[in-house]
């Protein structure tokens, strides 16, 4: 009878256990799971990199996160459509600011500022502007590139009067474009030699310098003043720019190579086009700012960010990822192992190893304050066109010497009109 009991006793023991298990298992916090669909990142190597990244995040955290690159417009489609149904899966979005602006426009991403500010870093000035779009904080930054100057370090020893290295370095109100003529007018008189360098080539990224730098840096705008007396003046210079220009500039696509092979001296190109020079023989060259035109520093942010979708669950871990891909460690990991560069001050000089030099190029143009910062405008399939206006006034203006006046007239009717059928506003 004893024995029976106790069986009984033991039998009842167990039953509760199982029954307390099942009622834990019920009622205990599911792990959760982020849904990371991203633009950027979706090279096999770069994906490895992320989802890697992501994996020490989960471990620090116990949030996993499922890294699925996306084009844009798998993207566009499956946002629309989940919001839409108020049933959205997608946690973080993360993708260029011309990627995001649209879902902005259209109300389909949260506005930020509800989660306050991000401790122990600063963004740059000209990111953490761009990042708000349409009335709301549509992004956090995350990542950048911009297209800077790369100067061979044999060149500081040809500078004019009244620019130091320095100046150059820093980005002061000293450099200027007027200055950049000045310095390879006396390189060419000393040497013989046109040691400046832009991609002008079929490949080249030509149109970019001239609509994003020199057009907002003279005339404070892309394409809205493009016929104006201040662009006629801008393309007066490019003339004289021009004539210390090594000519081959014309076959050009990248500068990497010309700068290796001492072609050029001083040139300007995006920072992944000129990212070979740098890492083979980075005691050789300086990453610098732009100079500044008589309105300001005009130049190109390509800018990467984080947004979460509007009525996504779990956005509070959702803000942790920001938190953890924003931290200045993380950040120079980013750029040492892809090359995107760091959007927070404080991570420039965490950035080891060649990628230092043109991290701090970078940081150094952001950190400006006398910044035009722009976007690449968002026309999607217009955008070759509105390319070929630029490359067009150059050829003509420049390089065959044609009528300014006419050349810019012509000029800003295409552009009006590409803007028109695009739906964007002149910028």
Known sequence: MERRKVVLIGIAVVVIAAIGVA???????????????STQLSPPAEQAFAR??????????????????????????????????????INVIGGLTSDIDPFASRGWVEDLTKFGALPGRTFYPALERVSKMHGIKAIVPWMTATYVFVVNNEAFDYLPPGL???????????????????????????????????????????HRFLHGYLYPSYTGK???LFDSPQAKAMWEYMRELWEYT?????????MAGPLLREEVWIAWDHTARIKDAIVTAPEKFTVCPVPRGPIGRGYIIVLAGLAIPKGAPNQEEAWKLFEFLTRPEIQAKIAENVGFFPAVLEAAPVVTGPIKNIAEGVSAQFATPDSIAVMIPPLGGKGGEFNAVYRSAFERIVLKGENVETVLREGAAALRRIFEEAGVPLE
């Not at 084009?71 to 899966?89: D, L, N, P, R």
Request: no cysteine.
């Open 246 to 254: 090594n000519p081959a500039s014309t076959t050009w696509d990248a």
């Open 52 to 89: 890697s990244l992501l994996w020490s995040f989960g471990n620090e955290t116990g949030i996993k996160v499922e890294f699925v690159p996306m084009g844009y417009a798998e993207m566009s489609a499956k946002i629309e459509a989940e919001v839409t149904a108020g049933k959205v899966t």
């Open 222 to 224: 892309q394409a809205e």
């Open 23 to 37: 009622v834990y298992e019920l009622t205990k916090p599911k792990p959760v799971t982020l849904v990371f669909a």
């Open 164 to 206: 130091t290295k320095e100046d150059v370095i820093k980005g002061t109100e000293k450099w200027t474009y007027e200055a950049l003529l000045s310095w390879v007018r006396n390189i060419y008189e000393k040497t013989g030699e046109k040691l400046m360098g832009l991609p002008a080539g079929g490949g080249g990224l030509l």
